[in-house]
C-alpha cells in the first residue's frame, strides 16, 4: 500500500489502518470525534517497557510525515522487525488528530482554530482528545509530526530547509531540561545519519517557548519531546523523497530506543544540537531572472511563490507573484528565464504590467 499524493484524506488512510489491526502486534480503535463527527482513530503497537506517543495532521495539509509514517508502519506488519520492536516499544499513534482539516486540505480544524495554539485553552473537541489521551497513556517519549512550507532556508547558507528539528523548551528561558536534553540526543541520533543523504540541509526550529503549543506542553511537563518538520525538496511537490528521508528518520530513532539508554555528555549533546542551523525564511518557489525591462525598474527579478488549493481530490499549485510589501526572498527552489515576458512587457505600458504579469505568470507556472 502505497501513499504518493499530496493530498492525504480520513478516507484514504482507513484501510491501511485496518489492515495494520490485522497483525497481532497492532490494535486499533476510535478515540474520540471531530468538530464535524469524523472518528479521530488511535493505532497501538507492541507492548514494550517505552512508551511512545506520536501524533500527526494536526493542522490538515501537512501530509508528509503521515505518509513516512504509514510507510513505516507498513515495514512492522508480520515481520522479525516488528516482532522485536514490539518487545521493546508501546507506540500510540494518533494519524490523523485533525481529521475535518485533512478533508478540507486546511490548517484549521472545522472551527477555524489552530489546534497547535490550543494546549492550554482545550477548547477544541480534538484537543480534549489529546489531552485524554496524553493523561492516560503516559508516554516516556512525544513525536509531533508536521510538514513545512518551502519558504524555509537555513541562516548562514543557501541550502533550503529539506527537514527540520525541534527540542521544544518548556519555559521562556529556554532552559536545557532533562526532557529536552533527552530529545536534543535523540535529534542527534538522527540528524547524523540523515546527513549523509541531505548533507547540509537539515534544520533547527525556532525554540522561542508557547505553552499554547502541544510540543511545549509535552516538554513542560516533562516528556522529551520532538518536532519534525518535513520541507520541500529540490522540484518534489508530492513530497514523496522528503517523506522517504523522514521514514528514515524513524527507523533511526526507533532503532535506538530498543537500545539500552547512553549516559548522556550534556555539554556535547547541547553542542551538537546547536550546530544544525536555524530555519529562516528566505525561500520562495520560483525567480524569474531579468524579466523586468532594465530602462525601466532597478529590479528586474520576478519572484513567485505556490498557493495550494484542494481541487477535485487533488492538490493544486498556483503560481502567485509575491507581493511588493514583502521582502524578497535571496533564494528559490528554481531559476527561470523568460524572454518571451520580458518582450511583451517592453510593447506594453508600465501601467499595465501588473494585471499582465499576475495572470501570465498563473497561466504559464501553475500546476
Given at each position: 500500500?502505497?501513499?504518493?499524493?499530496?493530498?492525504?484524506?480520513?478516507?484514504?488512510?482507513?484501510?491501511?489502518?485496518?489492515?495494520?489491526?490485522?497483525?497481532?502486534?497492532?490494535?486499533?480503535?476510535?478515540?474520540?470525534?471531530?468538530?464535524?463527527?469524523?472518528?479521530?482513530?488511535?493505532?497501538?503497537?507492541?507492548?514494550?517497557?517505552?512508551?511512545?506517543?506520536?501524533?500527526?495532521?494536526?493542522?490538515?495539509?501537512?501530509?508528509?510525515?503521515?505518509?513516512?509514517?504509514?510507510?513505516?508502519?507498513?515495514?512492522?506488519?508480520?515481520?522479525?522487525?516488528?516482532?522485536?520492536?514490539?518487545?521493546?516499544?508501546?507506540?500510540?499513534?494518533?494519524?490523523?488528530?485533525?481529521?475535518?482539516?485533512?478533508?478540507?486540505?486546511?490548517?484549521?480544524?472545522?472551527?477555524?482554530?489552530?489546534?497547535?495554539?490550543?494546549?492550554?485553552?482545550?477548547?477544541?473537541?480534538?484537543?480534549?482528545?489529546?489531552?485524554?489521551?496524553?493523561?492516560?497513556?503516559?508516554?516516556?517519549?512525544?513525536?509531533?509530526?508536521?510538514?513545512?512550507?518551502?519558504?524555509?532556508?537555513?541562516?548562514?547558507?543557501?541550502?533550503?530547509?529539506?527537514l527540520s528539528f525541534l527540542a521544544p523548551a518548556a519555559d521562556d528561558q529556554r532552559s536545557i531540561t532533562p526532557a529536552r536534553l533527552e530529545a536534543m540526543r535523540l535529534i542527534n541520533c538522527m540528524t547524523a545519519v540523515l546527513h549523509e543523504d541531505l548533507g547540509q540541509q537539515i534544520g533547527r526550529y525556532d525554540d522561542t517557548f508557547n505553552g499554547n503549543c502541544l510540543g511545549d506542553y509535552c516538554t513542560q511537563q516533562g516528556v522529551p519531546t520532538i518536532l519534525f518538520e518535513a520541507g520541500h525538496y529540490q522540484q518534489d511537490y508530492t513530497r514523496n523523497n522528503t517523506a522517504a528521508l523522514?521514514?528514515?528518520?524513524?527507523?533511526?530513532?526507533?532503532?535506538?530506543?530498543?537500545?539500552?539508554?547512553?549516559?548522556?555528555?550534556?555539554?556535547?549533546?547541547?553542542?551538537?544540537?546547536?550546530?544544525?542551523?536555524?530555519?529562516?525564511?528566505?525561500?520562495?518557489?520560483?525567480?524569474?531572472?531579468?524579466?523586468?525591462?532594465?530602462?525601466?525598474?532597478?529590479?528586474?527579478?520576478?519572484?513567485?511563490?505556490?498557493?495550494?488549493?484542494?481541487?477535485?481530490?487533488?492538490?493544486?499549485?498556483?503560481?502567485?507573484?509575491?507581493?511588493?510589501?514583502?521582502?524578497?526572498?535571496?533564494?528559490?527552489?528554481?531559476?527561470?528565464?523568460?524572454?518571451?515576458?520580458?518582450?511583451?512587457?517592453?510593447?506594453?505600458?508600465?501601467?499595465?504590467?501588473?494585471?499582465?504579469?499576475?495572470?501570465?505568470?498563473?497561466?504559464?507556472?501553475?500546476?
Amino acid at each position: 500500500m502505497e501513499f504518493i499524493a499530496r493530498y492525504l484524506a480520513p478516507d484514504h488512510i482507513l484501510s491501511a489502518l485496518k489492515s495494520f489491526a490485522q497483525d497481532a502486534n497492532f490494535s486499533l480503535s476510535v478515540l474520540g470525534k471531530s468538530v464535524k463527527g469524523r472518528s479521530i482513530y488511535r493505532l497501538n503497537f507492541g507492548s514494550g517497557p517505552k512508551k511512545i506517543l506520536l501524533w500527526s495532521q494536526m493542522h490538515g495539509n501537512e501530509t508528509t510525515t503521515t505518509k513516512a509514517l504509514l510507510h513505516y508502519l507498513q515495514t512492522l506488519v508480520n515481520s522479525e522487525l516488528g516482532n522485536e520492536l514490539a518487545k521493546h516499544l508501546e507506540l500510540c499513534v494518533i494519524p490523523m488528530l485533525n481529521p475535518d482539516g485533512a478533508a478540507a486540505y486546511t490548517r484549521l480544524n472545522a472551527n477555524e482554530v489552530d489546534l497547535n495554539r490550543d494546549a492550554q485553552d482545550l477548547s477544541q473537541p480534538e484537543s480534549l482528545v489529546f489531552r485524554e489521551v496524553f493523561n492516560s497513556f503516559k508516554p516516556d517519549l512525544c513525536l509531533n509530526l508536521h510538514g513545512q512550507r518551502s519558504i524555509y532556508g537555513l541562516t548562514g547558507s543557501e541550502n533550503p530547509a529539506v527537514l527540520s528539528f525541534l527540542a521544544p523548551a518548556a519555559d521562556d528561558q529556554r532552559s536545557i531540561t532533562p526532557a529536552r536534553l533527552e530529545a536534543m540526543r535523540l535529534i542527534n541520533c538522527m540528524t547524523a545519519v540523515l546527513h549523509e543523504d541531505l548533507g547540509q540541509q537539515i534544520g533547527r526550529y525556532d525554540d522561542t517557548f508557547n505553552g499554547n503549543c502541544l510540543g511545549d506542553y509535552c516538554t513542560q511537563q516533562g516528556v522529551p519531546t520532538i518536532l519534525f518538520e518535513a520541507g520541500h525538496y529540490q522540484q518534489d511537490y508530492t513530497r514523496n523523497n522528503t517523506a522517504a528521508l523522514i521514514q528514515k528518520a524513524y527507523t533511526v530513532l526507533f532503532d535506538e530506543l530498543c537500545s539500552p539508554q547512553p549516559v548522556i555528555d550534556s555539554d556535547a549533546t547541547v553542542a551538537a544540537y546547536l550546530e544544525l542551523p536555524e530555519n529562516e525564511i528566505n525561500y520562495c518557489d520560483l525567480i524569474l531572472k531579468d524579466v523586468l525591462p532594465s530602462d525601466v525598474h532597478d529590479a528586474k527579478d520576478l519572484y513567485i511563490q505556490y498557493k495550494e488549493s484542494l481541487f477535485e481530490g487533488v492538490i493544486r499549485f498556483k503560481a502567485e507573484l509575491i507581493g511588493a510589501d514583502t521582502p524578497n526572498p535571496e533564494f528559490a527552489h528554481r531559476y527561470e528565464n523568460d524572454p518571451e515576458l520580458n518582450s511583451e512587457l517592453k510593447r506594453l505600458n508600465q501601467e499595465d504590467w501588473s494585471s499582465f504579469i499576475a495572470d501570465y505568470v498563473l497561466k504559464k507556472y501553475s500546476h
